[in-house]
């Protein structure tokens, strides 16, 4: 049975943002997001850009904080925590970024940066920093002779193996992989997601993997949220999503992908109106083909459309309520 690891209660992020029409407001990046990730699973989050998937990760690694909001970690409320006892649980939830250039400090060689890393985590003995650089090298499929080398000396995959090495030093149970992939070549992405896999079975961890690819979160992921402006829209298992998405916007991510040979518009997510004016609709409803007068009469809730498959989507309960209401012929 699914044990969770990490449990995620309404947690919501504004930040603030000017305007030149209503002068401060706030711009919701989270909305009373709830999830779990179990023991051993990988969660996939999707969602275009600027929808709140790094903010998630960012405050899930405590790299940034939420306004509201719960989080347990192996039954803990890591989030109340001070920082000394929050100290425990630094190294067993980490973060991989999309960008490994960024990642690296380019003024060190690449041992010295994984020799530090360790000695910020508290491993100061030489011989048992080494003994877990090398064990770990081998993991990601490097050999020690890249630890002499600056990381502009370095393939972007190279690179990549040496940030889910940093990652993995300090023996964490979860991993949030931020768009991992996407600032690689085509040619590297397969290696780079397999090796995320491998390493998954291999050492039992549980990941957010984030991406805005449906074709990537499908092939990497054992369940999926749907992330849309900052709400989940949409959750259940990778084929659930992937094949029988129930969302319009689920729907929307699929007929975009390249074989669908449709292109993923972008009306209403640049009109500021949108971003700001949306409590009390559905957030999807200024690019909804299907948006209709109880859509912008309150927010739909996230409700169960199958076992563990639920949607925030009022037409699928009107359909099912239509369709107990009509008359048997
Ligand atoms: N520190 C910040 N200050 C203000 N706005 C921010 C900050 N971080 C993120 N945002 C905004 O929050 C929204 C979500 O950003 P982000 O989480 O990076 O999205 P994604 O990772 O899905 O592309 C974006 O509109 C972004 O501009
Ligand atoms: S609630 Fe209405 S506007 Fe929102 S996704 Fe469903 S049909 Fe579209
Ligand atoms: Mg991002």
Redesign the pocket.
């Known amino acids: 049975m699914a044990e969770p690891l990490l449990q995620v209660y309404n947690l919501s992020k504004s930040?603030p943002?000017r305007d030149q029409r209503r002068g401060k407001e706030c711009?919701q990046?989270l909305n009373d997001i709830s999830f779990t990730v179990n023991k051993g699973e990988i969660l996939g989050l999707i969602?275009e850009?600027?929808?709140?998937?790094?903010?998630?990760g960012r405050i899930l690694c405590r790299l940034d904080t939420p306004d509201d909001g719960t989080i347990l970690f192996e039954g803990v409320q890591i989030d109340s925590l001070k920082e000394k006892d929050y100290r425990k649980y630094r190294g067993r939830i980490q973060m991989v970024f999309q960008d490994p250039s960024s990642a690296l400090n380019p003024q060190f060689r690449v041992g010295e940066i994984l020799h530090e890393a360790l000695r910020s985590a508290g491993i100061r003995k030489p011989l048992a920093q080494k003994d877990r650089i090398n064990l770990l090298l081998g993991k990601v499929g490097l050999t020690p002779a890249l630890l002499s080398r600056y990381p502009h000396e370095l393939s972007g995959g190279q690179k990549q193996r040496i940030c889910i090495l940093l990652a993995l030093l300090t023996r964490p149970s979860f991993l949030v992989a931020?768009e991992v992939v996407s600032a690689l070549d085509l040619s590297v992405q397969a290696q780079i997601l397999n090796l995320i896999r491998g390493l998954q079975k291999e050492l039992g961890l549980s990941i957010l993997f984030?991406s805005h690819d449906l074709n990537v979160i499908r092939y990497m992921s054992d369940r999926v949220l749907v992330m849309y402006m900052?709400e989940i829209v949409e959750s259940g298992t990778a084929e659930d999503i992937y094949y029988h998405g129930a969302h319009p916007y689920t729907q929307l991510l699929h007929s975009a992908l390249p074989e669908q040979h449709e292109s993923l518009g972008d009306e209403g997510i640049t009109d500021f109106s949108d971003l700001v004016l949306q409590e009390d609709r559905c957030i999807f409803a200024p690019r909804c083909p299907y948006c209709s007068e109880t859509c912008l009469n309150g927010k739909p809730a996230l409700s169960e459309l199958s076992k563990d498959h639920l949607v925030r989507c009022v037409r699928l309960w009107q359909s099912k309520v239509e369709a107990v209401s009509e008359p048997s012929r």
């Open positions: 930040y943002v711009f990046a969602g850009s600027g929808c709140g998937k790094t903010t998630l931020d984030i900052g």
